[in-house]
Structure formats: structure tokens, C-alpha cells
């Protein structure tokens, strides 16, 4: 064999040939491992594209190509093992010429992974950069020292306040816009670069004046860029007027991105062909004990043992022989005397006429992974110290031992493996075939390592990693193997959530990214192509949104991306009647997650869903609630096969995390139209705002809408609301007047909310006469309200502008004056109304509150008169006993109607009602005179009443009057919480309760009227 031969059969790249049909004629050792090819003379009967390496449609095309015109062919080529790792190749294609004809082609493949990791992983740098300058708002420029023109990207000129291609571009139109007092700084700073010095690094703060003449700080960082093209200054300029929390921000992006450097691995260098370095990074410094100082400019010759010198010349001088890369391993001295592992991958660098100009190295420390490989050795020969399976055959492949850890890992015992093989264990659909090239690699004395899917005793399979290392006698033959298995199944679990973490993380950022800014021009358009993103990353079939309609009680089918085979749930169905579908209607109500597996196993209830997804033909389905600001807002959905995807709950998690992007992109679409509704419109009304109502007038102030009226109306009996049933009724009173109001003006017409309780309306082109048609209106109106729980009074003024010399101002304040004397005239009668209003919303609350009413006022008159009260006690007495319980108009009739025994948060509710019933009453004066009586008409003779725990005379007459009655009536009627007893037993205790929770003189006295009465 020819030395040309040998170093083709060995090379360390794979090298195949084929015909022009691609059937193999050639293929050196290198190529039979990278395509698993069972052997040189099997692989010639194969086609080329038949190899799964070398299933690639760019390879195919390449190949054609290179076959068809004879142009040599170069590409990178990526492609996945068996269990999910990806590697890269650098592939070339020769065309074979035979008397000027092309015969075949010669293909030679490279790997270069760990290349393109380093690749990658500075690409991935590059991007974060770019991403930083993005989000901290930094624009770019560039000086050419030459030609004295100045660049200025538009990001640059929106921080000067420009518009793009404002910027005249020159460096005095750039000193014209710093501030005055900073300019000869500026100059000062830019000087020494302006002098051509090299290493020199600008870095300075000063002021600028912005185009509409603000004042704003600003931070610019530079340095001097030398090329053939001449002299240029690159920088880039940022806003910092508002940088206290930008500071912060930019703190945390340096101290990731100084992590990220700090805690990179890999050593790089640049050298000359003599080994003179040009460049050293952070990485070499550290690892070698040196300053950059030290070692720039130095050999790296001088730190590796002389015996290593020939072996790297000889790997720098095959660079030069059209090699790419070129990876070896050699010891070095550090600099502290220590001998260390290195392990490098050298590329050439050539100029542009082609020459060599200087190397460039990624190194790694292998130190610890040489300790281990001679550990590995000495634990192979003591296999009771070794935790890891071991197993021991002889040069036959019979097991003959195996260790403690074996024992566990596949489940079987030494007796029960021996003399047995450990094609046993292998579970690979091509078991036989793979195991017998397994033994021929290894009868070549190598220690060969791998990844196979094994199977143990009780056939459970898991992913083994698998190293098996010849043992030799001192004559060098090979006498045994020892196999070190490893269950790696976690390990590659663990990579293939990595990877699904990596794409999941990239995914997430595009999806945020599109919908950084939406607005109603492109929100539709950016939340369908945020579907695709989704749904392709799942692998599922469509994405879809369906938008709630309270008032409508509709699903809208707003949004959705489909694959290219599914047709469009739009062509059916534009929207659902939730009524239709109240299982799932309920389910996502409660916020819960919807995960259709197999539509068979539906539930009862949800019939009627399960049709809908029978009808048009959806596999499984998952759907997950939409909530804005606590309000359900939609759903989002997801039509998937189970074969491609199942929603387990980590991917429920994740799904959750995108979905919630697309709702915050909602909510924001939402904001932005609230923030332009609150800008006009009062908040809890929805009418105009006084701001809108001032600008509206100063509009209509013309003689063209000459006469203008004013209708200027004050809620009555607000603060009595507030005050007795809370802020929240008080609301719902002002939210009906509005709209009371609304209803009685014509669309043309304004209304605003012009303060707390008060509302205006202006009437452009109307007379005072139908201003007033239109207040009578409104009291008809406020009239029809006297039943309900809230009654409705207004008090209401006009006012007109009839000539255009009136201050508009000064009729306004007529309307206003006129509508305050109104309402002193109707202020009394309006507060009563109002408490007959709640009266009669207590009784709607509790059937049994008008009953008990009417009886305790006819048990009154006749205590009344046998205690010989005055007429005006009397007619107190009555009065109290309609209104003693007003302050339950608070509670909850749930609470009020509960029949179980009420718990202690639900008893301290109930105990309130006589102090809100005192507030009620004390707003009225028509009722004031009782509302001591309904502060204190719970509590007892004793001290031990409520709400304050008075006791003998301090309570009030007509109060301890009340109470016997109250309780009276109680205990003689059913009530929810009890039944009623006889009138006997009634008044049996009220004599018992004399002198504890009653006035024993009145209790005396009542028990006698009724004795008597009976």
C-alpha cells in the first residue's frame, strides 16, 4: 500500500466515491464509522443516497449538480443520531473525470460540531448584544475622520428628537445641538482619538438640546475603527434623562454578560505560523497563571514540553494542506510549574490573496478528563471498587464476571449470564447485526465506546452508555474485555428537556417580541401569526380564540391559524350560544384547563360539545380560559392528534405561559382604547367627563347654536347611601341616575358628570321651555323609582343663553343656583323617600319582615295605652316599630332567610344593623327623633346587649319598650332559624328574662296586658 494510500485509508476525515448512478466504489475507515456501514465490501453494493447520513435532499442536489456540470460542490450539512444529538459536517464534492469525461464523484465529510457550537454560541452573544443596545434605547453613529461626514442611525436621530434623514451629517451640526456649557467637554473628550490613538476608548456623559428646545442627558461611548476605507469613530449615543431605573437595568445586563464571560470554558488564541501569539482571551490568561502582557508576543512553543514541539508543527503544517481544522491534544507547563492537559482545534486564516496569515485555536482543559481515563484503566482491573456495571468476558465475548452493579442494572446474576454473551442485553430492533460489528471493532484491540438500547431481566429497556477497553498479557495479546455499562436514560431525558426548554425560551421571545406594540390596526393580524408560532411549536393541528359576549351570551370565533390540510372552523361556524354548551361554559368559568384526549371518554354533561367536536371531525382538543382584569374574557384552543403531542402537564404549563402573552396582549389592546374612553368619559358612569363638557362648550359657544339651555341636576340623598348601605350602593345610585338621565335627552345632546353627585347637560339650539319639558320628564321619570331599593331624586335647575353677549359662565352658575334652591325646597320630603324606599326594599328582602311589622305596630298602641304614654310617645313608638330593624336593609338576605345557626363572622354581621339603621334615621328629619331608639333596641336590662354593652335606665324608654315587644313577636311567629311556641310560653319567658335581658317593670306590665287580653 502506497503512503498515499495508507494516509487515505486513515485520515481522519470520511472519503467515498461513487459512480455516476452513486453506487459506491470506495470508502476509507473513517467514512464506514460515519455512515455505520457493516463493511467496505457490503457498503459497494449499496447506493449512496441509501445511507441515512446521506439522506439529505442538499446533499442529493449538491450531488446531481457536481455530477452534471463537474463544478467542485462544498456545503455544511446537520444531522441528528439516533437518540436526538446533533452534529455538523463540512462536506465536499469532486467530480471524478476520465478522458474528459465526469465517471463519478469523490465526497469527502468532515466533522465540524464542536466548531459550530463555538459558532453558535458566539452568534448567540452577538444577538443578545444587539438585543441589549435595542432595549436600552441606544442609537448608532459612525465619523468618517477623512471625509469628515457624520452618520447618524435613525434611533440616533429620534434621541436628538429629529425625524429620520433629518440630521444634516456633519460633526459641527452635531456640536450645535450639545448644550452650550458642555461642548468645549465634548471636544475635549473626542480629542484623543481625533489624534489617531489607538486603544482608546471613549466614555462620557453630557447634555444635548433636542429640535423642540428640551434639555436632555445623554451617555455616548466610542472608539477608533483603522481599515483600508481610512479612519472612522463608531459609537453609540443613549437618552439617560430618566436613568435611574435604565442604570439599574443596564447594571444587571453588564453583570449577566460579565457571568457569561466569566464562566466560559473554552481558552482562544490567535498565532503566527512561527507559534508567536497575537491574541490571547480571558479564558487562556486564567488557565495559564499569566497576564496578557506576559503572553502576547510569546511562542506558545515555550510552554509546552519539547517532546510535544514536532507533533504540533507537524498538525500546523497539514493546515496548510487544504485542511479546515485540525484537533490535538499535548500537554503544557503551567505557570506554576504543573504539567496540564490541553486539547486544541486549530483553523488557518488566510488574507485575501489567499496566503496564510496567522492560526486561530479553541482550546479546552482536559486535565481532569486525562485523570479520569487513567482511573478508568485502574478500575477496570479492580472491579470490586467500581460502582458502575462491569462486565468481564474473555477474547470470545463470554461473560465470565460480573460485578455488584451489573447484578442491579440488568437484573440478573453471575450464574445466570455466564458463558452467555452480552448480546443479552441489547434491545436495537438490529440486535444481531449491530452486536457483531460491535465484536469486530473490538477484536482491533480499541477500546470502543457507545450508546445502545438494552433491555433487562424483567424487560424494561433503558438507554445504555457502554465503554468496553481490551485487557492485554505482557506479550500484548488480548486476552478479555472489560464492559462498563451506564444507564444514561435520565441523562438523555434530561438533554431532550433541554432542548425543549431552549426552543420553548425561543419561541417565548418571538412571540413577545411580535406582540411588543399592538394596537386595532394590527392586533388581528399579529395574534394569528402568535397562533401559528404556538401551534407549530406543539405540533398541533389548529389555534383558534373564541372572544365572550356577556351581553350577547355568544362565543366569537375571533382569531385562528390552521394547518395547510385543515380546513378553517370559520367556513362553519362564526360564533356559539353559550346557553348550547354549559358544561365547558361552566368549566372555564371556574378558570379550568379543558383537555379532550379522546372524544368517546366525554362526560355526560358535555353532550352537547362532545357533538359539536363529532360534527366537524376534531381529534382531541384542548381549551384554556381567558381572564382580563377578573373578568372572563374567552378562550383560547388547540385541535391536536395524541400520536403527535400530548398535553401532559408540563406542556400545560407551558402552553399557559404563551396563552398568557396573548392575553396580555388583549389586556393592553384593551388599555390603550381605555386610556382614550378615560380621557373624555367619566370612569363609573361612562357619560362624559367635565374635562370633554368644558372643551365641548367653549366649542358650542357660537351664535350659530344660539339658544343654549343647561339642565344642571344634583343627585339627592348620595352622602344618606353612602353612609348607611356603603360607597359601593352609592355608586349603583349614580350609575342609574346617569343613565335615568340619558334616556331623556336626544343623542346630539351632551351630558357630563360634572362633579361627586352632580351631572349638566347642555342643549345646543333649544329654547328654556323645552329644557323644562325635558325636567318634567325626568321627575316623571324619578317618580316611577319611589319602590325600588334605590329610589332615584334629583334635584334639577335651568338656565338659558339667548344672545351671543351673555358670559356663557354666568348662565351656567343661574342653572346651578336655580337647581340648590330646588333642592332645599325638596331636601326633607326627598330624605323620607328615600327611607321608605329602603323600608320597602327591606320587606321585598324578607316576606316576613312587612308581617312582623304590622303586628309589632298593633302590640304598640295597645302597650302604649295601657303604659299611658303621651300622644307623642305614642306615635314614636309606632314609628320605631316600623323602622327598629331598617339597618338589616345592609345585609345580605341570604343571611337575613338562613335557617342553619349563623356563624361568628355571620352573627357579627347581623349585630351591626342598629348602628346602621341609627345612621339611616339620623339623615331624615322625619326620623331622627327614633334613631337613638334603633341604635339601642338590642340591648339588654343586665349590660350584656349590643352594639353597646349599655345597661338599666341608661337605655332608653321606648326602646326597652320595643324589645319586649320585638322578642314577643319573635317567639310567637316561625322564623327561618326557629319555630313558634305558644303565647303561654312566650310570656313564661319574658317573666324569666325580667330583670337580665329585660325592664322587669315593663316586662310586669306586658305580661299582665297580655294575661288579661287572653
Request: hydrophobic residues 35%; contains cysteine.
Amino acid at each position: 500500500m502506497s503512503k498515499y494510500q495508507l494516509l487515505t485509508e486513515k485520515s481522519p476525515v470520511g472519503i467515498i466515491t461513487c459512480d455516476l448512478k452513486g453506487n459506491v466504489n470506495y470508502l476509507n475507515d473513517h467514512m464506514l464509522l460515519l455512515l455505520g456501514s457493516p463493511g467496505r465490501e457490503e457498503s459497494k453494493k449499496i447506493n449512496l443516497l441509501d445511507f441515512d447520513l446521506l439522506k439529505n435532499t442538499q446533499f442529493s442536489a449538491e450531488l446531481k449538480q457536481c455530477l452534471k456540470t463537474g463544478d467542485t460542490r462544498s456545503f455544511e450539512m446537520e444531522y441528528e443520531s439516533l437518540w436526538g444529538e446533533h452534529f455538523w459536517s463540512k462536506v465536499f464534492i469532486t467530480a471524478i473525470e476520465e478522458k474528459e469525461e465526469i465517471t463519478g464523484a469523490q465526497i469527502i465529510i468532515d466533522e465540524i460540531t464542536d466548531y459550530k457550537l463555538i459558532e453558535n454560541k458566539l452568534k448567540t452573544y452577538q444577538k443578545r448584544f444587539v438585543q441589549a443596545l435595542n432595549f436600552a434605547n441606544a442609537g448608532l453613529w459612525e465619523y468618517d475622520i477623512n471625509s469628515g461626514s457624520l452618520y447618524w442611525s435613525k434611533e440616533c436621530e429620534a434621541v436628538f428628537g429629529l425625524e429620520e434623514g433629518e440630521f444634516e451629517g456633519t460633526f459641527a451640526a452635531f456640536l450645535q445641538r450639545i448644550h452650550p456649557d458642555d461642548r468645549d467637554y465634548v471636544i475635549k473628550e473626542n480629542q484623543p482619538i481625533f489624534d489617531l490613538k489607538k486603544d482608546v476608548e471613549l466614555k462620557y456623559e453630557h447634555r444635548i438640546i433636542k429640535k423642540d428646545g428640551t434639555i436632555s442627558w445623554v451617555k455616548e461611548l466610542a472608539g477608533l475603527v483603522k481599515n483600508k476605507s481610512g479612519n472612522k469613530i463608531v459609537g453609540f449615543i443613549m437618552d439617560i434623562s430618566d436613568s435611574k431605573k435604565l442604570k439599574e437595568e443596564l447594571i444587571s445586563t453588564k453583570e449577566m454578560y460579565e457571568n457569561i464571560v466569566k464562566t466560559q470554558k473554552e481558552m482562544i488564541c490567535r498565532f503566527l505560523p512561527d507559534t508567536t501569539l497575537t491574541f490571547v482571551n480571558d479564558a487562556y490568561c486564567r488557565n495559564m497563571g499569566k497576564s496578557r502582557k506576559e503572553l502576547l508576543g510569546k511562542k506558545f512553543l515555550s510552554f509546552i514540553p519539547e517532546n510535544r514541539h514536532e507533533m504540533i508543527l507537524k498538525h500546523l503544517e497539514k493546515l496548510t494542506e487544504n485542511e479546515e481544522e485540525i484537533t490535538y491534544q499535548h500537554k503544557i507547563l503551567s505557570a506554576n510549574g504543573n504539567k496540564i492537559w490541553h486539547e486544541w482545534t486549530d483553523y488557518p486564516i488566510y488574507d485575501e490573496e489567499g496566503n496564510l496569515k496567522e492560526f486561530q485555536s479553541i482550546g479546552l482543559d482536559i486535565t481532569e478528563r486525562k485523570e479520569k481515563e487513567k482511573e478508568i484503566a485502574f478500575l477496570a482491573n479492580a472491579l470490586k471498587n467500581v460502582s458502575d456495571s462491569v462486565v468481564l468476558t474473555d477474547n470470545n465475548f463470554k461473560i465470565k464476571y460480573i460485578n455488584q452493579a451489573a447484578e442491579e442494572l440488568f437484573g440478573y446474576s453471575l450464574n445466570e449470564l455466564e458463558n452467555k454473551t452480552p448480546g443479552i442485553f441489547n434491545a436495537e430492533p438490529l440486535s444481531e447485526k449491530i452486536q457483531q460489528e460491535m465484536y469486530e471493532k473490538i477484536s482491533e484491540g480499541k477500546i470502543h465506546t457507545e450508546q445502545l438500547l438494552n433491555r433487562r431481566k424483567d424487560g424494561s429497556t433503558f438507554i445504555c452508555e457502554l465503554k468496553i477497553t481490551p485487557i492485554r498479557n505482557e506479550e500484548g495479546e488480548i486476552y478479555a474485555h472489560i464492559g462498563i455499562e451506564r444507564d444514561i436514560t435520565a441523562k438523555i431525558k434530561q438533554s431532550k428537556k433541554l432542548n425543549f426548554q431552549l426552543k420553548f425560551q425561543k419561541t417565548l421571545a418571538e412571540i413577545s417580541s411580535l406582540l411588543f406594540e399592538v394596537n386595532s390596526a394590527n392586533i388581528d393580524r399579529k395574534l394569528n401569526k402568535a397562533l401559528e408560532k404556538i401551534a407549530k411549536f406543539f405540533n398541533v393541528d389548529r389555534g383558534f380564540i373564541f372572544q365572550f359576549s356577556k351581553a350577547e351570551k355568544r362565543m366569537y370565533y375571533s382569531h385562528e391559524w390552521c394547518a395547510d390540510d385543515i380546513e378553517s372552523f370559520k367556513n362553519f361556524k362564526q360564533s356559539l350560544a353559550i346557553d348550547d354548551f354549559p358544561c365547558w361554559t361552566k368549566e372555564l368559568a371556574n378558570d379550568e384547563v379543558i383537555n379532550i384526549e379522546d372524544i368517546s371518554d366525554m362526560p355526560a354533561c358535555a353532550e352537547a360539545e362532545k357533538e359539536l367536536l363529532e360534527t366537524y371531525a376534531f381529534d382531541s382538543l384542548i381549551v384554556l380560559p381567558m381572564f382580563i382584569d377578573n373578568n372572563f374574557f374567552g378562550c383560547f384552543g388547540f385541535d391536536y392528534k395524541i400520536e403527535n403531542i400530548k398535553f401532559n402537564k408540563e406542556n400545560i404549563s407551558s402552553l399557559k405561559i404563551f396563552t398568557n402573552v396573548l392575553k396580555n396582549a388583549f389586556a393592553k389592546n384593551i388599555n390603550n382604547k381605555r386610556i382614550i374612553e378615560l380621557s373624555f368619559n367619566d370612569s363609573l358612569t361612562g357619560v362624559y367627563n367635565r374635562r370633554f363638557f368644558e372643551a365641548e362648550l367653549e366649542r358650542l359657544d357660537t351664535k350659530r347654536q344660539l339658544p343654549i339651555s343647561f339642565i344642571m341636576a344634583d343627585i339627592n340623598g348620595l352622602k344618606l347611601i353612602n353612609d348607611s348601605l356603603g360607597h359601593k350602593k352609592g355608586d349603583q345610585l349614580l350609575i342609574k341616575s346617569a343613565k335615568l338621565l340619558q334616556e331623556e335627552i336626544q343623542d346630539e345632546d351632551i351630558i357630563a358628570r360634572y362633579g361627586g353627585d352632580e351631572f349638566i347637560i347642555l342643549l345646543a339650539k333649544t329654547k328654556n321651555k323645552t329644557a323644562q319639558k325635558i325636567v318634567d320628564r325626568i321627575k316623571e321619570k324619578t317618580e316611577e323609582t319611589a319602590e325600588d331599593e334605590l329610589t332615584v331624586s334629583i334635584a334639577l335647575g335651568t338656565a338659558s343663553k339667548t344672545k351671543a353677549g351673555q358670559d356663557i359662565n354666568s348662565v351656567l352658575k343661574k342653572a346651578d343656583d336655580n337647581m340648590y334652591q330646588n333642592k332645599l325646597l325638596e331636601s326633607r320630603s326627598t330624605k323620607s323617600k328615600i327611607v321608605k324606599g329602603l323600608l320597602n326594599s327591606l320587606e321585598v328582602k324578607s316576606n316576613e319582615t312587612k308581617e312582623h311589622t304590622l303586628r309589632m305596630k298593633k302590640l304598640a298602641a295597645k302597650f302604649a295605652k295601657r303604659l299611658g304614654l303621651t300622644n307623642l310617645e305614642s306615635n314614636r313608638l309606632s314609628l320605631l316599630a316600623s323602622l327598629h330593624d331598617i339597618g338589616k336593609i345592609t345585609i345580605d338576605e341570604e343571611l337575613l332567610n338562613k335557617a342553619d345557626p349563623l356563624t361568628k363572622k355571620e352573627w357579627a354581621i347581623m349585630k351591626s344593623h342598629p348602628e346602621t339603621g341609627y345612621k339611616i334615621a339620623n339623615s331624615s328629619k322625619d326620623f331622627f327623633v327614633i334613631a337613638e331608639e334603633i341604635y339601642t333596641h338590642h340591648e339588654r336590662w343586665d349590660g350584656s346587649g349590643y352594639p353597646r354593652q349599655i345597661k338599666g335606665k341608661e337605655i332608653p324608654y321606648l326602646a326597652r319598650i320595643i324589645s319586649i315587644i320585638d322578642a314577643y313577636d319573635v317567639m310567637t311567629n316561625e322564623r327561618p332559624y326557629s319555630k313558634a311556641i305558644t303565647k303561654e310560653q312566650a310570656l313564661a319567658e319574658i317573666k324569666k328574662c325580667a330583670g337580665s335581658q329585660f325592664d322587669p317593670e315593663l316586662a310586669l306590665e306586658f305580661t299582665a296586658m297580655m294575661q288579661k287580653n287572653s
